[in-house]
T-cell receptor
Framework: EAGVAQSPRYKIIEKRQSVAFWCNPI?????LYWYQQILGQGPKLLIQ????????DSQLPKDRFSAERLKGVDSTLKIQPAKLEDSAVYLC??????????????FGPGTRLLVL | AQSVTQLDSQVPVFEEAPVELRCNYS??????LFWYVQYPNQGLQLLLK??????LVKGINGFEAEFNKSQTSFHLRKPSVHISDTAEYFC?????????????FGSGTRLSIRP
């Protein structure tokens, strides 16, 4: 079974530019997550989708970050405009359902963003 | 709200020595507990999880963890480590009653194995 795919793997931009990350979850997984992992910290949830609806976006900086999951499959996370503090690894994860909090999440390799 | 504290940011050990990575959590409700591992330049991978039942949980690659409710701990152990265990390890917690299955991660412990 193919894992969670993410692209690009690396991105360098200047502050105030925009950037987009793409994620393709494991086939059949209903729930998709985007995390931000700043160097030296654990991943922090930005947004969670159940199929193509948003379940939790309480920690998404909505003035500059946006995400969508059209057709309930792949997803795009956008930052516009980027700030220096957005430098981080952006991880996408998926899980089969959202029946309980004990479900295993499957992570992609991440996109490493550097904002100069 | 839940929180997770990983007491050691780095743990150096010699190959074939035992290791314990410490994790404490805080929550006002019952929780599920996880350990994820992140190898260099890779995403996270589940090592093991505690949902209910036996407090001793066995995971992949010879790791195990013990849930201690009175101590609010979920320490990870391995009796003999290998070079390939070099990675960052994250403890995480999830509210059993949340409908959103949100996971809160600790800040991680970097395990470095010396030959």
């Amino acid at each position: 079974e193919a894992g969670v795919a993410q692209s690009p793997r690396y991105k360098i931009i200047e502050k105030r530019q925009s950037v987009a990350f793409w994620c393709n979850p494991i086939s059949g997984h209903a729930t998709l997550y985007w995390y931000q992992q700043i160097l030296g910290q654990g991943p922090k949830l930005l947004i969670q989708f159940q199929n193509n609806g948003v379940v939790d976006d309480s920690q998404l900086p909505k003035d500059r970050f946006s995400a969508e999951r059209l057709k309930g499959v792949d997803s795009t996370l956008k930052i516009q405009p980027a700030k220096l503090e957005d430098s981080a690894v952006y991880l996408c994860a998926s899980s089969p359902t959202r029946t309980s909090g004990g479900e295993t999440q499957y992570f992609g390799p991440g996109t490493r963003l550097l904002v100069l | 709200a839940q929180s997770v504290t990983q007491l050691d940011s780095q743990v150096p050990v010699f190959e074939e020595a035992p290791v314990e990575l410490r994790c404490n959590y805080s929550s006002s409700v019952s929780v599920y507990l996880f350990w994820y591992v992140q190898y260099p330049n890779q995403g996270l991978q589940l090592l093991l999880k505690y949902l209910s039942g036996s407090t001793l949980v066995k995971g992949i690659n010879g790791f195990e963890a013990e849930f201690n409710k009175s101590q609010t701990s979920f320490h990870l152990r391995k009796p003999s480590v290998h070079i390939s265990d070099t990675a960052e390890y994250f403890c995480a917690v999830s509210d059993q009653y949340s409908s959103a299955s949100k996971i809160i991660f600790g800040s991680g412990t970097r395990l470095s194995i010396r030959p």
